[in-house]
């Protein structure tokens, strides 16, 4: 993440109860039994799928592939322009944005690959996606997306 | 001592008590606490923001890291589409 660091980045008296910075500056903290895990709500064959996707895609086509889930706000268009700089490289970067609560999906590429990544390949992404959308199947249609448009511009 | 009696004291009990405590385990829950229900689209989504990308792939080479990006800035975009479903 481009900017924004802090020192110190983690502040002892503000962590939870049961956590502590240990003299690596790993925090460890307890997990109470029966407390939820804060994990995501998807299964491993899932998250190895998209991690597969998301690796294949960048090592083919050297444009980093970045995929993010969250609200976009109202206006999903406007969330996705001001998320796409922070994310990793983002000049040579196609951005996947979901917003599950508005319906909504937003792709952005880097201005650096925009020359591969052009409107019409990032178009083929959105109607890739949205087709497994539709199925209620989010990492699928996230899958979908990655493969049509990284062999929409992989260098053969 | 017969040879049955023999396998049954050495192989039979402790097979046995194996079988007990490994049963046992099955009764148990796997983790100590609940993990979130997996996730369907027609839900409404309450994590917080998840932002995934292959990290540790290299796309072109460049040696000094990530020069700082001026957040908020459009002009890094290139194409853009949006869709709903």
């Not at chain 1, 960048?58 to 322009?81: C, H, P, Q, Y």
């Not at chain 2, 839900?43 to 923001?49: D, F, N, R, S």
Request: aromatic letters at 6%; proline letters at 5%.
């Amino acid at each position: 993440m481009a900017g924004g660091s802090s020192f110190p980045a983690v502040i002892e008296s503000e962590l939870p109860v049961g956590s502590v910075v240990t003299a690596s500056g790993r925090v460890s903290s307890v997990h109470r039994v029966g407390d939820p895990y804060d994990d995501l709500p998807f299964s491993v064959d899932e998250l190895v799928a998209l991690d597969d996707a998301m690796t294949d895609a960048t090592r083919s086509t050297k444009v980093r592939f970045n995929a993010f889930i969250g609200d976009l706000g109202e206006d999903t268009a406007a969330g996705a322009d001001a998320l796409f700089p922070k994310t990793p490289e983002a000049e040579r970067s196609v951005l996947i944005a979901v917003s599950p609560n508005q319906r909504a999906i937003e792709i952005r590429s880097g201005r650096k690959v925009a020359g591969r990544v052009t409107d019409r390949v990032v178009q083929l992404g959105v109607t890739a996606a949205v087709s497994s959308f539709g199925e209620a199947d989010l990492i699928d249609g996230l899958v979908s997306a990655i493969r049509v448009m990284s062999a929409a511009i992989a260098v053969r | 001592m017969s040879i049955l009696e023999t396998s049954l004291i050495f192989v039979g009990i402790p097979a046995l008590i194996t079988a007990i405590i490994a049963g046992l385990c099955y009764l148990a829950k796997p983790v100590a606490g609940t993990t979130p229900a997996h996730y369907s689209l027609d839900e409404e989504w309450t994590h917080k923001p998840v932002l995934w990308s292959a990290v540790d792939e290299v796309t072109v080479g460049h040696h000094g890291g990530h020069a700082a990006i001026e957040s908020g800035s459009a002009d890094l975009i290139g194409g853009s589409a949006s869709g709903r479903w």
